[in-house]
C-alpha cells in the first residue's frame, strides 16, 4: 500500500502554527514511506471564503518548505459528488430523507433535553416511507447510525478510542438545500483522493466516530488516523494571541528560517530519543507515529530561538545575504555588489551574534548604508569629534586597512588622549562608521569598509 496523508485546512484568513505543525507531520510521513502527501482546502464556508486566505496557506506551506503534490483542490468544488454518494447511500438503505420541519427539530430538542436523552432527534423518519412526506419541504439526508454497540477505531496516536452509539444520532449528510456537511465532505474527499493516513489535531477527534460510520456504511477502507495533541502557550493553556504570533507568516517576518521552524515544530510533539537538532533528512529518514506524544506541548519561544541561531550560524553566508536582502530594505539600507561583497566578508561575525535575520540585518545595515545617515541618540552623543579627527589621520596615513591595523592605530589613539583606554576611542568610530552603538568588532567591520569609505564616514562627521 503507498502512504497517501493531507493537510484539509480550512481557509481562515492565515495559516495556523498548529496547521503548520500537523502539515509538517504528515509530509515527513509521506516521506518517510516514499508516498504521497496532498493539500485540500476546506472552503465550504463561504461565508469567509477569500482567495486571499488561500493563498495565505499555499504561502506558508511553500514558505516552510512543505510541498505538496497535484494542485490544492478545493472541497467545494466537489460539493455534487458529495451530494452523490448521500443519494447513493439512500439507495443503499444507509441513508434517509428526513422531512422535519425546524419547529419539530426544536420541540423534538425540549423534550430530549428534559428527560435527558443523549441524542435529540428521534429518528422519527427513519422507517418512514417517503410517500408520507408533507408537501413543500425539501429534506435533508441523514445517515442510519447502528443503534446498539460502539463505534471504535485504533488511533495511531491515542490507542484505541470508541464511543457508545446511543450517543451518536442520524447525523445529516445532506441540508435541505443540497449542501453537503463538513462530516461527509471530509471522508468522501479522503475516500476519493486514496488518502491512508490522516493526522490531525485532537480537536478532531469527536468527528471520527461518525466518520467512521459513513466509511462503513460505504464499505470503503478505514484509514489510520493519528489524532496529535493540541499546541498550548507556554503557561500551558490554548494557545492564543496573547501568547504571541500564531501565524507562520509572522514567523517569517520575525526573521525565522524554515528549516529552524521546521527543527522546532518537529520537536513540539515528536521525539527521537534526547535529539534537539534534527535535520529535514533525518527527519524524514526517522519520522514515524510511534513517536508522537500523547499529551499537549507547550510552546517554547527560547527552544525556538537556539534552534533558529543554530541553524542560522550553519547557513551559508551567501544564502543569508539573499534572505536579509528585502528585511534590509525595512532598515534603509540597499543591498548593491559593493555592499553585498561587505556583508559577505562580514557575515561570519553577523551570524555568530545573531538569534533572527532581523538581528542580521540591523545590525548589518551600516555595511548597505549610504553617509550621511541617520545616529541612534546614543550613537550621536558617542561622536567624539576630537577623537574621530585623530583616528582620520592615522587611517589616511595606511595604505590599507587590516582587522590588526586599525585595532593598533586605535589603541595609540587611546594611549596618547585617553589614558590607554581602548573603549573611549572604539565606540566613538563605531558610533562614526554604523550610526549605532551595537556592531561585531568595529576594527574588522572598518577593514571591511575599506579605508575610502571610512574617511568618507569620517568626514560626514
Ligand atoms: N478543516 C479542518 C481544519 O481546518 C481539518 C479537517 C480534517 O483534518 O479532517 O481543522
Redesign the pocket.
Known amino acids: 500500500m503507498s502512504v497517501v496523508t493531507?493537510?484539509?485546512?480550512?481557509p481562515?484568513g492565515f495559516m495556523h502554527i498548529g496547521?503548520a505543525r500537523?502539515a509538517l507531520f504528515s509530509w515527513l510521513f509521506a516521506k518517510h514511506h516514499g508516498g504521497k502527501f496532498l493539500l485540500r482546502i476546506?472552503d465550504t464556508d463561504r461565508a469567509r471564503y477569500s482567495e486571499d486566505a488561500v493563498q495565505a496557506i499555499k504561502d506558508g506551506m511553500t514558505w516552510l518548505g512543505l510541498d505538496w503534490g497535484g494542485d490544492a483542490p478545493s472541497q467545494f468544488d466537489a460539493r455534487d459528488r458529495h451530494a452523490e454518494v448521500a443519494k447513493q447511500l439512500v439507495e443503499m438503505g444507509k441513508a434517509y430523507y428526513c422531512y422535519c420541519s425546524p419547529e419539530e427539530l426544536e420541540t423534538m430538542r425540549e423534550e430530549a433535553r428534559a428527560s435527558g436523552a443523549k441524542v435529540n432527534y428521534d429518528r422519527r423518519w427513519r422507517e418512514r416511507d417517503a410517500s408520507e412526506a408533507p408537501e413543500g419541504v425539501a429534506p435533508v439526508i441523514r445517515i442510519k447510525a447502528p443503534l446498539e454497540g460502539r463505534t471504535a477505531i485504533e488511533d495511531a496516536v491515542q490507542g484505541r478510542v470508541e464511543k457508545g452509539n446511543d450517543e451518536l444520532d442520524d447525523f445529516i449528510l445532506l441540508r435541505s438545500d443540497g449542501t453537503p456537511t463538513?462530516m461527509l465532505s471530509?471522508v468522501v474527499d479522503?475516500h476519493d483522493s486514496g488518502v491512508t493516513h490522516?493526522i490531525?489535531?485532537d480537536?478532531?477527534l469527536n468527528?471520527v466516530f461518525r466518520?467512521k460510520i459513513i466509511l462503513d456504511a460505504m464499505g470503503w477502507d478505514i484509514p489510520v488516523y493519528a489524532h496529535i495533541p493540541l499546541i498550548l502557550g507556554p503557561d500551558g493553556t490554548k494557545l492564543s494571541k496573547r501568547h504571541g504570533a500564531q501565524g507562520v507568516h509572522e514567523y517569517e517576518d520575525m526573521g525565522y528560517l524554515p528549516e529552524a521552524m521546521r527543527n522546532y515544530l518537529l520537536r513540539l510533539g515528536w521525539s527521537h530519543g534526547d535529539d534537539e537538532i534534527i535535520s529535514t533528512e533525518q527527519a524524514i529518514e526517522w519520522f514515524n507515529l510511534d513517536h508522537i506524544g500523547k499529551s499537549a506541548s507547550r510552546f517554547d519561544f527560547d527552544k525556538l530561538n537556539n534552534l533558529n541561531a543554530h541553524y542560522i550560524k550553519t547557513a551559508s553566508n551567501a544564502h543569508l545575504v539573499e534572505l536579509i536582502t528585502p528585511i534590509m530594505e525595512k532598515y534603509g539600507a540597499h543591498i548593491d555588489d559593493t555592499s553585498k561583497d561587505r556583508l559577505l566578508k562580514g557575515m561570519d561575525a553577523l551570524k555568530d551574534r545573531a538569534k533572527s535575520l532581523n538581528d542580521i540585518a540591523e545590525e548589518g545595515a551600516f555595511y548597505a548604508k549610504q553617509p550621511p545617515f541617520v545616529f541612534t541618540e546614543k550613537a550621536e552623543k558617542s561622536l567624539d569629534k576630537e577623537i574621530l579627527g585623530f583616528i582620520a589621520e592615522k587611517v589616511d596615513a595606511l595604505t590599507e586597512l587590516t582587522e590588526e591595523n586599525v585595532q593598533d592605530l586605535c589603541k595609540e589613539v587611546a594611549n596618547d588622549h585617553k589614558e590607554g583606554k581602548l573603549g573611549k576611542v572604539a565606540m566613538p568610530l563605531r558610533a562614526a562608521l554604523t550610526g549605532t552603538t551595537v556592531s561585531p568588532s568595529i576594527f574588522e567591520a572598518a577593514a571591511i569598509l575599506g579605508k575610502d569609505e571610512v574617511l568618507k564616514r569620517l568626514k560626514y562627521v
Open positions: 493531507r493537510i484539509a485546512p480550512s481562515t496547521t500537523t476546506e463538513y471530509v479522503d490522516i490531525r489535531g480537536d478532531h468527528n466518520q
